[in-house]
């Protein structure tokens, strides 16, 4: 059995009990992290812990501990968990709500303190660094239907699963969105990249999307390479017409999409800018 983190303690997954007036329960109230590990080694820590905090202050909770003392709870996790998976590809969730209070009400209650969870779970392992071993990915494309603070990782994600259940009704992997506009903002549960005349664009950040931390350091390492990459809008009229089309997030890395809505992305294959970006991305994500 594998063993979590609950409220200062760690115990069997199946022990850990959360009170069913947690406002993360009833409303949702409250911000995740999901932070990757190789072989016992995290990627973008740094970044999740911050994210995290950010999260945590937009909504007026206190960050209940330090980074310092976010990484050991996620060493300590990593190594009673690393027996129970047959790799050492092991993602690690960290979820603070803002606690239990005794009655449900709308409003922030005072006096409540944090209750902070944390698990371990098996990820696939680090994309293969050519595109004859790689999985290229089928999405769905719809009209962003969410709230509109998604740079906040909140645990409501309802409108992240309902666009999901829509990819996952259609057979495919994703659902890219678009905002009313008609510009594509971000997949369900990942960020999206396009490739056109081997320049990489991905969107700007701002509220319509989150701040994903696998976006940022693909960015710095595709950079380093000397790959041509820029933060721009793009329609999803330019989604569908690009040369190659990808999606970030931390159990993806860098993914290939080839189909777009039942649409041919360039030549319907995985693409030769694709296989530089996941290389220079391998050789950057642990000095993130």
């Avoid at 080694?41 to 909504?59: C, E, Q």
């Avoid at 050991?72 to 190594?79: A, F, M, P, Q, R």
Wanted: proline fraction near 5%; hydrophobic fraction near 40%; aromatic fraction near 10%.
């Amino acid at each position: 059995m594998t063993i979590a983190f609950l409220n200062g303690e760690f115990m069997p997954l199946a022990e850990a009990k959360i009170s069913p007036m947690d406002r993360g329960f009833l409303f949702g109230d409250g911000i995740y992290e999901v932070v990757p590990t190789y072989d016992g080694a995290p990627v973008g820590f740094k970044g999740h812990t911050a994210r995290m905090s950010d999260g945590l202050s937009a909504i007026n909770i206190d960050n209940p501990y330090t980074p310092e003392q976010w990484r050991e709870i996620l060493d300590t996790l990593v190594s009673k968990n690393s027996t129970h998976f047959s790799t050492g590809n092991i993602g690690i969730y960290f979820h603070v709500s803002r606690g239990a209070d005794v009655k449900r009400y709308h409003a922030y209650p005072t006096g409540v303190t944090p209750t902070v969870f944390g698990f371990a779970f098996e990820i696939a392992p680090p994309q293969p660094t050519n595109k004859q071993s790689a999985k290229a990915l089928k999405v769905a494309l719809e009209e962003d239907k969410r709230w509109q603070r998604c740079h906040i990782k909140s645990t409501s994600l309802l409108g992240n699963v309902m666009h999901f259940q829509a990819g996952a009704d259609a057979g495919v992997n994703e659902t890219i969105l678009f905002n009313s506009e008609g510009m594509i903002t971000e997949a369900s549960a990942c960020n999206v990249f396009m490739v056109k005349d081997n320049v990489i664009t991905t969107p700007p950040l701002n509220h319509q999307l989150l701040p994903g931390i696998t976006r940022a350091i693909a960015i710095t390492a595709f950079k380093n390479a000397g790959l041509d990459v820029k933060e721009d809008w793009f329609s999803k009229e330019d989604l569908l017409n690009a040369d190659e089309v990808w999606l970030t997030s931390s159990s993806k890395e860098v993914a290939a999409v080839t189909e777009v809505n039942g649409k041919q992305i360039g030549e319907g294959i995985i693409g030769p800018v694709w296989e530089k970006a996941i290389r220079a991305y391998h050789a950057y994500k642990f000095d993130a």
